[in-house]
Each structure stands twice: as C-alpha cells, then as structure tokens.
C-alpha cells in the first residue's frame, strides 16, 4: 500500500468521508448510493482507492470489506495506488488499431519510458490503454483526463507526450 | 362544450390545466426559438460530442467565445450535438439572420477571425471564408457556388428519425427540443392516451431492440406492464461497451430530452415508477448532457410528480458503472445499478418479473427508446411503414475505420451495406485500393467479405449472412488488412472483458487468444483449428451470457469469408502479423480476478 505523500491519514479519511457524503448533495432528489457510485465518488476525487476508502466505503454502505473489495477489484477503472498528475489513455479497440493504434501506443510508451500501462518515472503520466473512447469516427483517438484527441499518428501522439509534459514541467495543469 | 353530461365536471378541468402547462412551455419555447433564428444576430453551432471533441471542437468554440454574449456579443453562440457527418468535423453552423445557413467544415481557431467577419462586418465587405462547405435553405449570392447541405450524398440517403435534431439544437436546452415538437408525444399520451393504448402503439410499430438482441420491444414491454407492484423499473442501457459503437452515446450527447421522453413513455405505458440512464464512467460529454436534461426535465413539470399535470408520476436517475463490458447485459446490468460486480444472473426469474433491487423490471437500449415518442406522437402505423417487413424503422450506423467519410449515419432499414459503404461512406478512404472486409455488430459480431456487401440492413438478412447488426457499428478494412490480426484484436477485447463468472467463458477466450497469438506469429501448432473449433463450441453451449456463447462468432465468420487466408496463416505461409514485423500485438496484462 502506497502512502499518499500529500496528506497525512486522518486528513484522508475526511476527505474520503466527504466524497461519500457528496452524493447526497441534491437534497429533493437522493440519487441510489451503492457501494460502486460511493467507489467511483472516491475514485473521482482521490483518482485511486486507497485501503482507507474501502473501510469507508463499507461503514458508509452498511457493507462488509469483503463487499467493497469484490467491487473496487472487478471493475478495471479502479486503482490501488495513485496514479501519476496526468492520465492518458490510448485506445486499442478494432477501429483505431486499424487506424495505427499499435504504433501509436508504442511511440507513446517509448516517450514516456514505460512497457505497459504504467506511470513514467517521474510520476507525471500515467498510461492506460482504453478498449474504446467513443470517437471512434475520428481514429486512432487518445485522451488526456478523458478530453480526447483524434486522428494520432505515432509523430503527433510523441509531440502531445511532449507538450504535456512540457506543460506539467511548468505547472500549469491542475 | 362538453356536451356528454355525463362526464365527471372536474376531468375537463384537469384537462384543461394540463393542456396549459405544455402550451406554456411551447410558447416560451418558440419565442426562445425565434429569437434565436430570426434575430439580429447570426447563430453560430459548433458540432461538439465525444467525435467534435476528438477533432478539436473545443478550441473553436473558444476563438468563437469573444464572439459570443461572453464577449462582444455579435453573435449567438451554441454547441450542439454531432451532426453526423463526422469526417467534416469541427463543423461551424451558421444562422445568417433573414438568410440562410451556411456549413464550415473543418474549421481550426485560427480560421475563425476570417470566417466570423464576413458575418459581422458585413457580407460584402468580407468574401465568405474557404472553409465554408455547403448551405441549407434559399440560395444566395454568397453562397451559390457550394452545395445544397441536405442533398450532399451522405445526408441524402439518410432517414432521420432518431437524428432529425442532431446538431440542430443545443442538446443544454429543454426549450430548443420543445420548440421541435419535443414532449408533445408525451402530452398526447398522458392526456388523452391510456397506457394500454401507448403499449399497444409500440408493438404495432413492429419496433425491435436496438441492442443488438432485436427482441420485439412491444412484447417485451408486455411482460412488464400487468403486474401491479407499487415500484417498478424501466431501465436504459447505454453502457455501450462496443468499440466501434457511439451512437448510444450519440443520442444522449445531441438530443438527450429524445430519450428522456422516450423512458418515460416507456415508463407510462408499462406502469412504472422509476427510470435510470445507466452510463459508463468516464465518458463525460454524454453523461453530463444527461443529468442537465434530468435536472431540466424536473424544473419543468415533466419528470416528478404529476408530469404536466396528468396524475402520472416517474422519478429518473442516472446510474454510472465502472469499466465493465458485460455490463451491458441486461442481468449484469442490474447487478451494476445495485452496486455490485457485474456479472449476469441466472434465469428465471427473468427481469420483468424480479429485476432491479428484485422489483419488476424493463431493459431497452438507448436507440429503442428513443424511438418511441416519434412512434406515439404519430402511430405504430406510421412507423411500421418505414424499413423493412421484419425490421422496422430505421438503422443508426456508425461507419468507421479506412473509409471515406467517417460518421453516424441514419438509413432506413433494408438499404444494402453496399449503398452505406459507397453512396454513404463515399468509398474506401483515399490511399487504399478497396475495402477488403467489414467488421459489425461489435465484438463479438463477426467480419464480413465482398461477397456479403449486397446483404441488407435488416436483423435478419444481416444474422443470416454470419454477421450481425448488433449496436450497429460497422468498421471498414482496407486491402491492407490483416484478418486474422483483426480477428485476435476482437478475442483479446473479449478475453479482457470477460466477466470470469462462466468458465468455459474466461478460460475458452484466453485459450482463442493464445491460438491466434501463436498463428499470428507463424508458430501454429497442428490441431490449432480444431482447437479453436472446439474451445468456441464448449463457449456457445456452457456461457450464461451472449459473452460467452457469442465469443466464436468472430473466428466462425472469419473462416467463412476468409478460409483460405486463415489456412495461410496456419500454415506460416505470410509474414509474421502485426505492425512490429513478429507477430506482436501491445496488450493490457491485467485480466479480471
């Protein structure tokens, strides 16, 4: 288990307890909280679960640990350890591999000095290769935080890694 | 005026108010309407769904903000949904006040300055813009040298129905799908229809599920509608896993109030209570254009209680679901709303008795839905009238991969696959030679050669040829294409996806994908084809869900159109697969536990 560096973890669990609470902000219309809509309210706030957020989870849900884990491990946009500043995905679905994808991915993985989906040494970018971003019309198509990017080649897919981390270098992203 | 004495005074009154609240809607509508398009100022559309934002929409909709009531206030300024024509994109729509509407395509940010001042300065002080690419209404003197917008090929041959407000309004404003005639279907029903009569509407439609299962809706709704529970569900599936699919996400991203008022009719004509939107996280522009329409729909007396003051009532919600292919089966799908891993139940009970939180329950797809207020604001009739005599109404393809004129495309069901690809998609995409094979219906549809490219769009004719319809999606190969390096593309989405709760599901896919590894690599073992045969037949017979038992279907349909290139490959006749010259394919190394 990784610890988060920013935070110290009382102040985790608070700020877990308050990404659960924060479903319940529309007080004419209480939407259905369940154990994966309180996972992915964590996961959009802390973009990974730490272990603490499963114990919340399952306070908040009236669930068993064991609950929680069986939802948080099947679905794969679940993480375990914080991800880098920036994610991207690229996708590998049967379009844009037609389009290139597979070069694509490789020169990405090659600019960010990974092998498979991970983050780049310098925990800015973490890579995650998508089954499909639904644009598909404009193939091959990678993201950044889910703002998407079409018609990439392996060149412009090098040149977005770049700016990016350009961009993360001079601390204008989040 | 009521001459039948008969009749409770108080139902005239009630009638009466409820008429009024949707007249005042539509008055405040088409005044909003007006001002919008018969003002002062031209009205600027930039196309934005997931598809616009890929091709660098936002940046745009950006250099046009200064434009905009944020800025100077020249124009009117809106992002609407995709018009479909994808491969034109980013797409700027213009309103010329007391003119007509003119279509920029592929506009970048630096372009906008030099389209924008020959709007605003003045139309003879600047020459309309190069980018301009067709117009639509009256021709004029600008405009007399592009085409006609709606007699450009790809839009000629569609049939819009679930489309015909695509790009056309801002999918943010309740007011602009009113002004279309939005929510009069559902006025009509519950005023003056019973639900028995909606019900009965729809399966005179002929209407079957676009999901890809094409179940006869009307029957399906059937099942749902006697039971007298005092909760029941109506459920909308655009989880939408298919690579290659959008058109699920499309509607919600371009006209989310059609479905919204396609599930509540859905709702009324089955006696629910409550519908929900189910979405994958993660796609934002859909999810986000839904839960405004909701929130929209709930200030405006048409979701909550007493739904424009008819004693009909219905509670919506969106539901989101993690990263999980087998989602989108209608069981699985329940178990996602309920917060649990996705994987289908067992059947019986089947939904429709005990579904969501063990209630009585529908599934439709996003696209059969959203069919519905078309077929009750006009009749079952009307509607069977279009398409085919098994397949009614229309098909919303999304046409993608080495072809032309990339986009989503409504055709009227029984056009030929042939005429979508050419007088649609205009051909094979400039550099290739011809399109070698077509892969539909999603991943666990099948691929399809020349020889099939006469068979008609159509559920049936499509299953008969090995193929199937599916989502819709159609994804195009050039000559170049490897077939059976396409075909362990499908089965590794398939093996990655699998749920792991039937085994001859989570073993069989991994075991095809190893099999198509090796032959892609020229390392096939003898007995590889059997193999695959057998492995794919255990999946079919032993699998709870289409998961499983459809998981063959890519290497069946592959044989049949390419034989003889999979015995090549068999025989490490070809060069290795792939782009990397020995077979490899980049793949994600986790698979569920």
Redesign the interface.
């Known amino acids: 288990m990784t610890t988060s560096q920013q935070q110290s973890r009382p102040e985790l669990r608070e700020r877990i307890r308050g990404a659960l609470e924060s479903q319940r902000t529309d007080k004419e219309?209480v939407?259905?909280i369940?154990?994966?809509?309180?996972?992915?309210a964590v996961q959009d706030d802390l973009h990974y679960i730490p272990d603490e957020a499963i114990e919340e989870t399952a306070i908040f849900?009236n669930a068993t640990i064991n609950?929680v884990w069986?939802?948080a491990?099947?679905?794969?946009?679940?993480r375990f350890t914080p991800p880098g500043m920036t994610t991207v995905d690229v996708?590998?679905?049967?379009?844009?591999?037609?389009?290139?994808a597979?070069?694509v991915?490789?020169a990405v993985?090659d600019e960010l000095g990974v092998d498979?989906?991970e983050t780049s040494a310098d925990g800015k970018i973490t890579l995650r290769?998508s089954?499909?971003?639904?644009?598909?019309?404009?193939?091959p198509?990678i993201a950044r935080d889910?703002?998407?990017?079409?018609?990439a080649n392996p060149d412009s897919a090098r040149q977005y890694i770049s700016d990016l981390q350009q961009e993360l270098e001079n601390g204008i992203a989040h | 005026m009521v001459s039948r004495t008969e009749a409770p005074v108080d139902t005239y009154a009630v009638a009466m108010s409820q008429q009024t609240q949707y007249a005042l809607l539509r008055a405040r509508a088409r005044q909003r309407w007006d001002d919008l398009t018969e003002g002062d100022k031209p009205w600027v559309r930039v196309g934005f769904g997931a598809s616009g934002q890929a091709a660098g929409a936002q940046a745009v909709f950006d250099a046009l903000k200064p434009y905009g009531p944020e800025g100077t206030d020249q124009i009117n300024l809106s992002m609407v949904g995709a018009h479909g024509l994808m491969y034109l994109e980013p797409l700027v729509d213009i309103i010329v006040p007391r003119a007509n509407r003119v279509f920029h395509a592929n506009v970048t940010p630096e372009m906008v300055p030099d389209i924008m001042s020959h709007y605003i300065d003045g139309r003879d002080q600047h020459p309309l813009h190069a980018s301009a690419y067709a117009y639509s209404g009256h021709v004029d003197d600008y405009t007399s040298h592009l085409s006609d917008w709606d007699q450009l090929p790809p839009n000629q041959l569609q049939k819009k129905i679930l489309t015909e407000n695509f790009g056309n309004i801002d999918p943010h404003d309740i007011f602009q799908y009113i002004a279309q005639d939005g929510y009069s279907a559902l006025n009509k029903a519950v005023l003056s229809m019973t639900p028995d009569e909606v019900l009965e509407e729809v399966k005179t439609s002929g209407l079957r599920g676009r999901g890809g299962a094409a179940f006869p809706t009307g029957l399906k709704w059937s099942f749902l509608a006697p039971s007298n529970a005092l909760v029941k569900y109506v459920l909308c599936n655009c989880e939408e896993g298919d690579p290659g699919a959008f058109n699920d996400k499309g509607i919600l991203e371009s006209d989310p109030h059609r479905l919204i008022e396609g599930l509540i009719l859905n709702g009324y004509a089955t006696n629910s209570t409550h519908g929900v939107v189910f979405i994958r996280q993660g796609h934002d522009i859909p999810i986000e254009a839904t839960r405004r329409a909701i929130d929209e729909a709930y200030q405006n007396g048409i979701l909550g209680e007493n739904i424009l003051g008819s004693d009909f009532s219905f509670e919506m919600e969106v539901s989101l679901t993690g990263d999980s292919y087998v989602a989108g089966e209608e069981t699985a799908m329940i178990e996602a709303i309920e917060g649990k891993r996705s994987t289908p139940r067992y059947k019986p009970p089947f939904p429709a008795q005990a579904g969501l939180f063990q209630k009585p329950t529908n599934i439709n797809n996003v696209k059969t839905i959203a069919y519905v207020p078309s077929i009750v604001a006009t009749s079952g009739d009307e509607f069977k009238k279009v398409g085919t005599e098994s397949s009614s109404g229309t098909a919303l393809v999304c046409l993608t991969g080495h072809i032309k004129r990339p986009g989503m495309y409504e055709v009227e069901m029984g056009v030929t696959i042939r005429q979508v690809l050419d007088d649609i998609g205009g051909g094979v995409a400039d550099g290739s030679e011809r399109i070698k094979v077509l892969q539909t219906g999603g991943p666990l549809g099948g691929v399809m050669g020349e020889e099939a490219f006469d068979t008609e769009i159509d559920f049936d004719a499509m299953a008969q040829s090995g193929a199937i319809l599916g989502s819709g999606g159609i994804i195009v190969g050039d000559e170049t294409t490897d077939v059976v390096d396409l075909i362990r593309n499908l089965v590794a989405f398939n093996q990655f996806e699998s749920c792991g709760k039937c085994f001859p599901c989570r073993l069989g896919n991994t075991h095809m994908l190893d099999v198509l590894d090796r032959m892609c690599k020229n390392e096939a073992k003898p007995g590889d084809m059997q193999l695959l045969e057998t492995v794919g037949n255990n999946m079919k017979i032993g699998s709870l869900c289409g998961h499983g038992q459809l998981g063959y279907n890519p290497i069946s349909s592959a044989i049949t159109y390419f034989g003889e290139e999979f015995e090549k490959r068999f025989n490490g006749e070809m060069e290795k697969s792939g782009p990397f010259g020995d077979g490899s394919m980049i793949l994600p190394s986790r698979t569920r536990p």
Do not use: I
């Not at chain 1, 491990?73 to 679940?78: E, G, K, L, P």
């Not at chain 1, 089954?131 to 019309?137: I, P, R």
């Open positions: 219309r939407p259905s369940t154990v994966l809509s309180s996972l992915l849900c609950d069986s939802v491990s099947f679905y794969t946009n679940f996708c590998w679905g049967p379009t844009c591999h037609l389009m290139g597979q070069k991915l490789d993985q498979s989906e290769y089954t499909c971003l639904g644009a598909c019309a404009q193939a198509v889910h703002v998407l990017k079409g018609r």
